[in-house]
C-alpha cells in the first residue's frame, strides 16, 4: 500500500501564489505517474496536472502557463506551483499515484485552497 500526503494549502487573494507538496510514502517502488486533481464546491472533481516518472508533464487548459507540476523521484514527491491564481481555482486538492502496468489510482486526502477576489 502507498499513502499520499498533501500540504501547502492555504487561502490566497488573486493574483497570488501557492505551492502544494504531495510525499508518497509505503510500498513506492514502482510509481509512474502523480498528478494534481481538483474538486470545487457542488462540482465534480477534475483533472489538473500529471507528471511521469521521466518528467513528462500533461496539464488542463484552464491551468496551463500559470500551474507548474514538478516531482522528485529520490524523495517520492510531487509538487504544485501555482501562480496567477484565480477564484475559481479554489477547491480541494488532491494528489495521485499509479504504479506502472496498472490502473489503480492512490489517492491523498486533500489540501483546500481559497482564492479570493
Known amino acids: 500500500q502507498v499513502q499520499l500526503v498533501e500540504s501547502g494549502g492555504g487561502s490566497v487573494q488573486a493574483g497570488g501564489s501557492l505551492r502544494l507538496s504531495c510525499a508518497a510514502s509505503?510500498?513506492?517502488?514502482?510509481?509512474?505517474?502523480m498528478g494534481w486533481y481538483r474538486q470545487a464546491p457542488g462540482k465534480e472533481r477534475e483533472w489538473v496536472a500529471t507528471i511521469s516518472r521521466g518528467g513528462t508533464t500533461n496539464y488542463a487548459d484552464s491551468v496551463k502557463g500559470r500551474l507548474t507540476i514538478s516531482r522528485d523521484n529520490a524523495k517520492n514527491t510531487v509538487y504544485l506551483q501555482m501562480n496567477s491564481l484565480k477564484p475559481e481555482d479554489t477547491g480541494v486538492y488532491y494528489c495521485?499515484?499509479?504504479?506502472?502496468?496498472?490502473?489503480?489510482?492512490?489517492w491523498g486526502q486533500g489540501t483546500q485552497v481559497t482564492v479570493s477576489s
Open positions: 509505503g510500498s513506492t517502488f514502482g510509481i509512474n505517474l
Open positions: 495521485n499515484a499509479v504504479f506502472f502496468g496498472s490502473a489503480v489510482y492512490y
